[in-house]
């Protein structure tokens, strides 16, 4: 099944505690990209990736880092978490830049709601 | 700039009736996509329609439907004979050409009345 996969679905941690939400797509996708979800905002872009070693700041890249060593994987990197990056991010893939045909549609991992005390 | 606008944050549906979710959207590329997904209480994001700027005719796929009006830059969702299957939050989404990411609205939260 053609799938985006995000780890762990939930975790709650403390200030300053490093984690890494992973990310894994199973299509051979060649666009990556982290998003967060907050309340009256939508979703917004953190970080995206155009393929292997090759990635970029989104909108609200700050207290992130991402890495692309693999085309399947795309990992968030939360050095050191605070209280304001609480919140539901999302990874998503499509297959590479814009077509007018349409081919570019995001597919979405399940999501990860994270919570810092 | 590059912006997405979702002026309705809720809105009520009479089951089996039609609604039409605002989206209005503003980039100086003239090659874009627009798309709405919708996210359920379960939380995961489902794509649902796409549009490209040079589509002549408004995209459908069931009983979705998209209202594109180009000159207005407006892309509104239409859903039709709405079921309680439907309520859920929507989002209005565009990726310009010549830039590498999606802009997303802040959503609308549709709910559908038996």
Known sequence: EAQVTQNPRYLITVTGKKLTVTCS???????MSWYRQDPGLGLRQIYYSMNVEVTDKGDVPEGYKVSRKEKRNFPLILESPSPNQTSLYFCASSPGAFEQSGANVLTFGAGSRLTVL | AQKITQTQPGMFVQEKEAVTLDCTYDTSDPSYGLFWYKQPSSGEMIFLIYQGSYDQQNATEGRYSLNFQ???????????????????MYFCAMRP??????YFGSGTK???KP
């Open chain 1, 25 to 31: 797509q199973n299509m051979n996708h060649e666009y």
């Open chain 2, 110 to 112: 549709l709910n559908v």
């Open chain 2, 97 to 102: 050409y010549n830039f590498n990411k999606f």
């Open chain 2, 70 to 88: 180009k000159a207005r830059k407006s892309a509104n969702l239409v859903i039709s004979a709405s079921q309680l299957g439907d309520s859920a």
